[in-house]
């Protein structure tokens, strides 16, 4: 499938809190905001129903998808507007003792059409005394996901997953038009390398990224970077919120400049076979 025509796009900046209800009224609201500016596609970021460090009270607000309130309420809103939707993610019961970071993307009318569950695990001590292990509360994803929308083929990702490049060139050399990293990322790790990894792979595949995120300070404590972006595939960054407000973010995108990104460097056909480096060592002294 390649990538054609022209569509609006929409990332969807939250700040997201330990109320689920809350959340949803929140994001349901800045959802039909973008479909009135004429979005086609609407995003939102990782976590979009409840942003929770306390295992407990995580475990505690988690359901199976059949159970899970945002899901069911912005499946009914998506197939009422007729918009296409990424919700970024849902905390999603896996087992009695993990959870799966899962998003969905949604169809016009209603139906789930793709499910993609993190793959990368974000367990690091920063600097500051920050530190996460989300490999203690969810399992991995072990399945990369490629969806076919009406202006080309939809690479998923979240988050953690951005430092993986080669996570984003099997998913452009899949066919890959369009790439989505709905993200929390730390304010620490966001002010640092935000930008600069958005934009590599926007450069690196040849795609538009999408990456809504979540902004400011959370009720748990929790600070993230905000900056939702939209990247071209030259690399230019097409839209950003400059901020950590929540907002929602418009761009209007021509599908066609995936194609011509290409032509220009067609480094997508340039993979070679490598050996890796043996490392000579030193026999025992005689």
Not at 34 to 40: E, L, R, V, W
Not at 61 to 75: F, G, P, Q
Not at 259 to 279: I, Q, T
Request: with cysteine; net charge neutral; charged share 20%.
């Amino acid at each position: 499938m390649t990538a054609a025509g022209k569509f609006t796009a929409a990332c969807i900046q939250m700040r997201a809190g330990r109320d689920v209800a809350a959340n949803i009224a929140d994001v349901s609201a800045l959802i039909e905001e973008a479909a009135g500016k004429g979005a086609d596609f609407v995003m939102t970021p990782e976590m979009t129903s409840l942003l929770e460090t306390k295992s407990a009270a995580l475990f505690a607000n988690a359901h199976e998808e059949r159970d899970d309130a945002a899901l069911t309420t912005l499946r009914a809103l998506a197939a009422q507007k007729k918009i296409w939707l990424l919700i970024g993610s849902l905390p999603v019961r896996f087992s009695d003792t993990k959870l799966v970071n899962r998003s969905f993307l949604i169809a016009p009318d209603g139906v789930v059409a793709a499910r993609y569950d993190k793959i990368h695990m974000f367990d690091v001590d920063l600097a500051g005394g920050e530190s996460y292990r989300e490999s203690r509360q969810f399992e991995p994803g072990k399945q990369a996901v490629l969806a076919d929308l009406p202006w080309g083929r939809l690479g998923l990702s979240i988050c953690y997953d951005l430092r993986f490049p080669h996570l984003y060139r099997a998913l452009a050399k899949a066919g890959a038009d369009f790439l989505t990293v709905p993200a929390a990322f730390t304010r620490q790790t966001g002010a640092a390398h935000w930008h600069t990894l958005l934009t590599a792979r926007a450069i690196e595949t040849g795609c538009y990224v999408f990456a809504p995120a979540q902004g400011g300070r959370h009720a748990c404590g929790r600070e993230t970077f905000g900056h939702s972006l939209v990247v071209a595939p030259w690399g230019e960054i097409v839209a950003e919120a400059a901020h950590d407000e929540p907002c929602v973010l418009i761009a209007e995108i021509d599908g066609g400049r995936v194609a011509e990104a290409r032509r220009r460097v067609p480094s997508l056909g340039h993979d070679r076979a490598f050996a890796l480096p043996v490392v000579a060592t030193a026999g025992p002294v005689s």
